[in-house]
């Protein structure tokens, strides 16, 4: 076999070079390649840098797409470099554990103004900061609006305590990509207290946290102003508790009541409860809309519309929804699934501060065969 193929190798060649014209032609070739290739090293390096930056716009076109199939297409090229969580996450333990000790204070400072103040902030940095900022805006891309909306909405995020802005963004596009399959980073499958909160005991070793956020979240790292709203998660926390202790302090002029005990009943109810309660209510999206509730759609995963969830996070308990359709703006599909976040997406967009809503409820040429809704009955909503 291999005799055959080096007969029909020389067989080839000595007819290419039978003959004078032949050989004439392929100098004439080899001169051509020889000007094109010295053209090539002539050439300066931005054809090529556009090039990367055309990759890595393809990168965030599929890492914002739609639809499983698009989580698919990443998944292979993750799982090439995969990094592991394996160092511990002391930062976050220790966070973790001070704001629930803190927490336990609540019942010796409990006054009505620091419980008002608790729902309140509750609502500011869950929903507005956390499901519309963090999730809909900067992680799917679920619309767009100014740039320093952008700002404020992430610098509010970072006061619901889950951390870096870049990081919650990679952590949940990573999510996405591996729905409950392997570098799936919080799936119940390892654990129905692991994908509420243990996986946050773990991180990547610092050089591979670097290449996690720029695989997930490259638009956001080459943004310089996110990078430093990121940096100033942990400071911007003091500014907040010192703004609600001097807050507290007024109002304790003003009702006439010690102003000191109202000034620790405003830091205690309004950073340590309201953030205990905030966070487990980010984290019940993560671990409940995974185990329990219906589903509209049969996506690959594991992923459930959760009632309860949807009422306490502000919409995102229609979490089976969200899986199929991840851009999709209105997380409710069906018309009881009431969704707050996107009620406040709408009024930004009749008030001029947010547009390009992605919402396939409107637009039918987006209907997609491959996601059909498991029982068929969501009909024009199906995307
Ligand atoms: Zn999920
Ligand atoms: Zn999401």
Avoid at 66 to 82: F, L, R, Y
Avoid at 172 to 199: C, N, V
């Amino acid at each position: 076999m291999a005799a055959a193929n080096s007969a029909a190798h020389y067989k080839g060649t000595t007819v290419s070079v039978g003959t004078k014209s032949s050989v004439q032609k392929l100098k004439a070739r080899r001169a051509k390649n020889d000007k094109k290739k010295a053209a090539h090293l002539a050439e300066p390096k931005h054809p090529k840098s556009h090039v990367t930056a055309e990759t890595h716009a393809a990168k965030l076109e599929s890492l914002l797409s739609d639809g499983q199939h698009a989580g698919k297409v990443n998944q292979s090229e993750t799982n090439k470099a995969a990094d592991e969580r394996t160092a511990i996450n002391y930062a976050s333990i220790i966070w973790i554990v001070l704001l629930h000790v803190g927490a336990l204070a609540a019942p010796f400072y409990f006054t009505w103004e620091g419980l008002g103040l608790m729902l309140f902030m509750h609502w500011v940095t869950g929903c507005v900061g956390v499901t519309l900022g963090f999730h809909r805006l900067l992680t799917h891309s679920s619309f767009q609006t100014w740039k320093p909306v952008r700002y404020f909405l992430a610098t509010v995020g970072g006061f619901a305590g889950e951390g870096d802005v870049i990081e919650w963004v990679a952590n949940h596009r990573q999510h996405h990509a591996h729905s409950d399959q392997e570098h799936d980073p919080h799936s119940p499958r390892d654990g129905s207290w692991w994908s509420h909160m243990w996986w946050l005991c773990w991180t990547f070793p610092s050089e591979a946290q670097v290449r996690h956020h720029k695989r997930w979240a490259p638009d956001l790292v080459k943004d310089r102003g996110m990078v430093w709203v990121g940096r100033m998660f942990l400071p911007s926390q003091f500014i907040l508790g010192g703004l609600f202790m001097a807050a507290g302090y007024g109002v304790g002029l003003l009702t006439k009541t010690d102003p000191w005990f109202m000034a620790t009943s405003f830091v205690v109810w309004g950073v340590f409860v309201r953030m205990v309660a905030v966070l487990h209510t980010t984290w019940f999206v993560n671990s409940a809309s995974h185990i329990w509730g219906y589903r509209n759609y049969e996506t690959t995963d594991d992923s459930k519309n959760n009632w309860w969830v949807a009422i306490i996070a502000y919409g995102e308990g229609w979490h089976n929804n969200h899986h199929a359709w991840p851009r999709m703006a209105p997380h409710g599909h069906r018309w009881w699934e009431f969704d707050v976040t996107f009620r406040i997406i709408r009024l930004m967009q009749w008030t001029g501060l947010a547009w390009n809503v992605v919402d396939y409820k409107r637009k039918s040429e987006k209907v997609d065969l491959k996601a059909a809704p498991a029982d068929g009955k969501v009909d024009k909503v199906t995307v």
